[in-house]
Protein backbone atom coordinates (compact mmCIF):
# COMPACT_ATOMS: atom_id res chain seq x y z
CA UNK A 1 0.00 0.00 0.00
CA UNK A 2 1.28 3.32 -1.03
CA UNK A 3 1.24 6.13 1.55
CA UNK A 4 0.77 9.73 0.50
CA UNK A 5 2.18 12.64 2.17
CA UNK A 6 0.65 15.95 1.03
CA UNK A 7 2.44 19.45 1.70
CA UNK A 8 2.99 23.35 0.98
CA UNK A 9 -0.63 24.58 1.80
CA UNK A 10 -1.12 27.91 4.28
CA UNK A 11 -2.78 31.00 4.28
CA UNK A 12 -2.19 33.72 1.06
CA UNK A 13 -4.00 36.76 -0.26
CA UNK A 14 -6.17 36.57 -3.33
CA UNK A 15 -3.59 36.84 -6.60
CA UNK A 16 -0.66 34.80 -4.36
CA UNK A 17 0.78 31.55 -5.19
CA UNK A 18 1.49 28.21 -3.45
CA UNK A 19 3.17 24.76 -4.39
CA UNK A 20 1.70 21.78 -2.99
CA UNK A 21 3.91 18.62 -3.05
CA UNK A 22 2.66 15.33 -2.76
CA UNK A 23 5.50 12.91 -1.55
CA UNK A 24 4.52 9.02 -1.75
CA UNK A 25 5.68 5.74 -0.36
CA UNK A 26 6.42 3.75 -3.36
CA UNK A 27 8.18 3.56 -6.54
CA UNK A 28 4.88 1.95 -8.22
CA UNK A 29 3.96 5.76 -8.44
CA UNK A 30 5.63 6.08 -11.61
CA UNK A 31 3.72 3.86 -12.98
CA UNK A 32 0.04 5.46 -11.91
CA UNK A 33 -1.74 8.27 -13.25
CA UNK A 34 -2.32 10.93 -10.73
CA UNK A 35 -4.27 13.51 -9.27
CA UNK A 36 -4.70 16.38 -6.87
CA UNK A 37 -8.38 16.68 -5.44
CA UNK A 38 -10.07 19.50 -3.19
CA UNK A 39 -12.79 19.44 -0.58
CA UNK A 40 -14.03 22.61 0.68
CA UNK A 41 -16.49 22.88 3.79
CA UNK A 42 -19.66 21.04 2.68
CA UNK A 43 -18.42 20.18 -0.59
CA UNK A 44 -17.70 16.84 -2.01
CA UNK A 45 -14.14 16.58 -3.12
CA UNK A 46 -13.39 17.14 -6.44
CA UNK A 47 -10.35 16.09 -8.98
CA UNK A 48 -9.43 19.67 -10.14
CA UNK A 49 -5.67 18.30 -11.96
CA UNK A 50 -4.14 14.91 -13.33
CA UNK A 51 -1.12 13.55 -15.43
CA UNK A 52 -0.79 10.50 -16.41
CA UNK A 53 2.53 8.56 -15.81
CA UNK A 54 4.05 10.11 -19.04
CA UNK A 55 3.22 13.95 -18.31
CA UNK A 56 -0.15 14.49 -20.07
CA UNK A 57 -1.78 17.05 -18.03
CA UNK A 58 -5.63 17.85 -17.48
CA UNK A 59 -7.85 20.64 -15.61
CA UNK A 60 -10.73 21.66 -14.18
CA UNK A 61 -12.20 24.52 -16.00
CA UNK A 62 -12.06 26.38 -12.59
CA UNK A 63 -8.28 26.50 -12.31
CA UNK A 64 -7.33 26.29 -16.11
CA UNK A 65 -4.49 28.48 -16.45
CA UNK A 66 -3.61 28.77 -13.53
CA UNK A 67 -2.75 25.67 -11.79
CA UNK A 68 0.35 23.51 -13.28
CA UNK A 69 0.66 19.50 -11.97
CA UNK A 70 4.05 17.84 -12.57
CA UNK A 71 5.44 15.12 -11.46
CA UNK A 72 9.10 13.42 -10.57
CA UNK A 73 8.92 10.15 -10.96
CA UNK A 74 12.14 9.91 -9.44
CA UNK A 75 11.36 11.34 -6.08
CA UNK A 76 8.08 9.53 -6.31
CA UNK A 77 6.75 12.95 -5.67
CA UNK A 78 4.05 15.38 -7.50
CA UNK A 79 3.25 19.06 -7.20
CA UNK A 80 0.85 21.19 -7.57
CA UNK A 81 1.99 24.97 -8.67
CA UNK A 82 -1.22 27.17 -7.88
CA UNK A 83 -0.82 31.04 -9.06
CA UNK A 84 -3.85 33.73 -9.44
CA UNK A 85 -5.29 32.15 -6.60
CA UNK A 86 -8.77 32.83 -5.05
CA UNK A 87 -10.95 32.76 -2.50
CA UNK A 88 -12.97 29.92 -4.05
CA UNK A 89 -9.86 27.80 -3.94
CA UNK A 90 -9.75 27.64 -0.35
CA UNK A 91 -10.24 24.10 0.53
CA UNK A 92 -8.11 20.98 1.81
CA UNK A 93 -6.10 19.60 -1.01
CA UNK A 94 -5.69 15.74 -1.09
CA UNK A 95 -3.18 13.72 -3.57
CA UNK A 96 -3.96 10.44 -5.16
CA UNK A 97 -4.43 8.00 -7.98
CA UNK A 98 -6.78 9.45 -10.81
CA UNK A 99 -10.05 8.74 -10.23
CA UNK A 100 -10.98 8.79 -13.86
CA UNK A 101 -8.51 5.97 -14.24
CA UNK A 102 -9.19 3.87 -11.41
CA UNK A 103 -11.33 1.96 -9.37
CA UNK A 104 -9.34 1.23 -6.39
CA UNK A 105 -7.55 4.45 -4.54
CA UNK A 106 -4.77 4.27 -2.31
CA UNK A 107 -5.20 5.28 1.08
CA UNK A 108 -5.83 9.11 1.25
CA UNK A 109 -3.53 11.02 3.19
CA UNK A 110 -4.13 14.40 5.91
CA UNK A 111 -4.09 16.77 2.87
CA UNK A 112 -3.20 19.88 3.10
CA UNK A 113 -5.12 23.46 4.08
CA UNK A 114 -5.46 25.95 1.37
CA UNK A 115 -6.69 29.05 2.98
CA UNK A 116 -7.04 32.13 0.27
CA UNK A 117 -8.10 35.00 2.30
CA UNK A 118 -7.34 39.04 2.58
Known amino acids: QVQLVESGGGLVQPGGSLRLSCAASGSIFRFYAMGWYRQAPGNQRELVAS???????NYVESVKGRFTISRDNAKNTMYLQMNNLKPEDTAVYYC????????????WGQGTQVTVSS
Open 51 to 57: ISSSGTE
Open 96 to 107: NKDQTRYRNMWV
